[in-house]
């Protein structure tokens, strides 16, 4: 059974930082693709970050690049997401996916999801 856990939600100030966590197991993890994602309320979900396990390929949506680093521990089965510089509008639910990696960023590919993280960045 694929199991994703995030962990590391919370609420900071406008300018401070966050690490997210997404814990995976019952999967060959070098095999795929990591994404985060999130949703605020009345918003469409949408991709933040990614990385293909295998190559260390790494992909970011442009109103976080400079801002935010995604990493993975591959022993550990885990990938994180370091946020820096926070601001209000990054406030959202984020959920980390399993995708194929040639479907990085691409959020109507991803096959497994986890239950999400809020994350509240208050001004």
């Known amino acids: 059974e694929v199991q994703l856990v995030e962990s590391g939600g919370g609420l900071v100030q406008a300018g401070g930082s966050l690490r997210l966590s997404c814990a995976a197991s019952g999967f060959t993890f070098d095999d795929y693709a990591i994404g985060w994602f999130r949703q605020a309320p009345g918003k469409e979900r949408e991709e933040v970050s990614c990385?293909?396990?295998?190559?260390?390929?790494?992909y970011y949506t442009d109103s976080v690049r400079g801002r935010f680093t995604i990493s993975s521990d591959n022993a550990k089965n885990t990938v994180y997401l370091q946020m820096n510089s926070l601001k209000p509008e990054d406030t959202g639910v984020y959920y980390c996916?399993?995708?194929?990696?040639?479907?990085?960023?691409?959020?109507?590919?991803?096959?497994?999801w986890g239950p999400g993280t809020q994350v509240t960045v208050s001004s």
């Open positions: 996916a399993t995708a194929r990696p040639e479907f990085c960023m691409v959020v109507t590919k991803t096959l497994d």
């Open positions: 990385i293909v396990i295998s190559d260390g390929s790494i």
